[in-house]
């Protein structure tokens, strides 16, 4: 008996879930480019934070994703906490579209699943069979992950069809219903380990039938909103103090919703309205509390963002340790959106350039000034550029065997070199602060006329990095023509100094160890100069002459 339920229900949630997925990656590879420019477009103003949390949670159809895919961001330094604080309210309200979705079936009786959903499936299959352009594609999938959506709700709701005459079962619902700490519980852990809050409102719907009282279902539907915290909590853990953060706010946030209108649910379910609260609850009820709780949530608490923004960074409080620079700052679960795991690729290759920049910084102030802690601090950025390049090299792989459109497949392609040529200016630099510790171990020093005339050949490979970077993070044309003009004179100066080193050489003017580390110091730096030119030219090929 146990079996012949619980087995057609595991069944219809996992046809359930996939056909959620399903819908929402067509639905995403569709808008991706949309839903980028939209955050691109992220101002201070909360407002439109909310907005933006509500449309984006719609298409991915679950707030976990879109609180995960936030604390990635801040993560990354992409978006920060007020920002945040707007998309995270906005989710909540967002995630009630699935709900509507799986109650359709009772306000609009012509969405008969039964006939419904083997029709969108059938359409689905024959549109991606004749589909030659990849947009037909993405909507032949979201056409058959709503069939399969209501393959699965239909699957669920029959399953659990014969304990309605269950005594015992229905009486564990009207003790959840007279018990809100061990509601709200239930609907906390069912989510927490679903990891989705769509999906566990659509298991309540299919109980709903019959089964589950008002009071039992609001208490649920309020723990559902603190299990969907569960996802974001654990993508946080190892991430950057503002990240963990994001997180936390998304808790108190839920948490407070939830506490407000758990006492005041109580007060008018237990007090004023007994025999309403112990009546049975519809699907479009469940879709209607669940909406009106999450709107009311989000109006409540949006004059009290700021203060909830401060709580979130005093609870987030640690040991103040310093960052590794090496650790790659890019969640997984982004590539469930290529177009926004994009951008993040993008800002933490700009962040790998940064730390290029640094050790070529600290390399050519070794050069003049041989310290031993700088040159320690040099081998320590280049092993995080390593590590860096491994890991963000790994994730543009990942990213570039997801259905992409041809623009984002090369944008991840330029992403992959420009990774390659800041991992190469950073072995360079460890070339320099080899040097420069035999320097001060042989006692060696360069004539003022070498000192002088190096000194200029690293000034002018310093505009070429930071131009090259400039035009990375600014699609500069300026930017752009800078960095070819300043590597051209690098290139130059590269062979007049060798030409004059040879001569001093010749002419016994310098030791022979100490001319030989010039030598390759003017080949080291000319080969940086060549790298920043790489990744200017991946910015836009067309304007290299």
Not at 287 to 297: D, G, K, P, V, Y
């Amino acid at each position: 008996m146990i079996a012949d339920i619980l087995l057609p229900f595991a069944g219809g949630l996992g046809m359930f879930i996939y056909g959620m997925q399903i819908m929402a990656q067509g639905l995403e590879n569709a808008a991706g480019s949309r839903m980028k420019s939209s955050l691109e477009m992220l101002t201070k103003n909360k407002f439109m934070g909310v907005l933006l949390g509500v449309v984006i949670t719609a298409v991915i159809q679950s707030s976990s994703a879109t609180t995960v895919m936030v604390v990635g961001f801040v993560n990354a330094g992409i978006m920060n906490l007020a920002q945040a604080m707007g998309v995270i309210m906005g989710a909540n309200v967002g995630t009630t579209v699935t709900g509507w979705m799986v109650s359709s079936v009772e306000w609009a009786r012509y969405l008969n699943p039964a006939m419904l959903a083997p029709a969108a499936i059938l359409a689905g299959v024959v549109l991606m069979l004749a589909a030659k352009r990849s947009t037909s594609r993405e909507v032949s999938k979201i056409v058959i992950g709503f069939g399969l959506l209501f393959v699965g709700i239909t699957a669920m709701s029959g399953a659990v069809a014969p304990l309605k005459e269950s005594e015992a079962f229905c009486n564990l619902f009207v003790l959840l219903g007279k018990s809100p700490l061990l509601g709200i519980a239930a609907g906390a852990i069912v989510t927490a380990i679903i990891q989705s809050s769509s999906a566990s409102v659509g298991i309540l719907q299919s109980l709903a039938a019959g089964l589950v009282p008002f009071s039992a279902a609001i208490y649920i539907i309020m723990g559902q909103n603190i299990g969907t915290c569960a996802t974001a909590l654990i993508s946080s853990v190892g991430a950057k103090k503002n990240a963990k953060t994001a997180a936390l706010m998304h808790l108190l946030f839920n948490l407070i919703g939830t506490g407000v209108f758990s006492l005041a649910s109580i007060l008018y379910l237990q007090l004023a309205q007994p025999l309403w609260a112990a009546g049975n609850i519809s699907q479009t009820q469940i879709s209607l509390i669940h909406t009106l709780f999450n709107l009311a949530t989000t109006l409540l608490l949006f004059p009290f963002s700021s203060q909830i923004i401060s709580l979130a960074q005093k609870l987030s409080r640690t040991d103040r340790q310093e960052q590794d620079e090496g650790r790659v700052l890019l969640d997984e679960r982004m590539l469930g959106t290529p177009a926004i795991a994009l951008d993040a690729v993008r800002a933490e290759v700009l962040r790998m350039g940064r730390i290029a920049k640094d050790a070529l910084q600290l390399s050519q102030q070794v050069l003049f000034h041989p310290e031993q802690a700088a040159i320690t601090a040099i081998r320590e950025k280049e092993s995080a550029l390593d590590r860096l390049a491994d890991g963000i090299s790994d994730y543009i792989l990942r990213l570039s065997g997801l259905p992409i459109t041809d623009g984002e497949r090369q944008q991840a392609a330029h992403a992959l070199q420009n990774v390659s040529d800041f991992e190469r200016i950073g072995d360079h630099c460890e070339n320099i602060s080899e040097f420069s510790e035999q320097m001060l171990s042989q006692r060696l020093h360069f004539s003022e006329s070498a000192c002088h005339q190096l000194d200029e050949l690293c000034r002018a490979c310093m505009e070429s990095c930071e131009n090259a970077l400039a035009s990375l993070e600014k699609a500069d044309p300026d930017s752009i023509r800078r960095t070819l003009a300043a590597e051209d004179r690098v290139d130059a100066l590269e062979l007049e100094l060798r030409s004059q080193h040879v001569r001093r050489m010749t002419e016994q003017k310098c030791s022979i160890q100490a001319g030989i580390l010039f030598l390759d110091v003017l080949t080291t730096m000319e080969r940086i100069s060549d790298h920043a030119r790489n990744i200017a030219e991946t910015v836009n090929p067309a304007r290299v002459s």
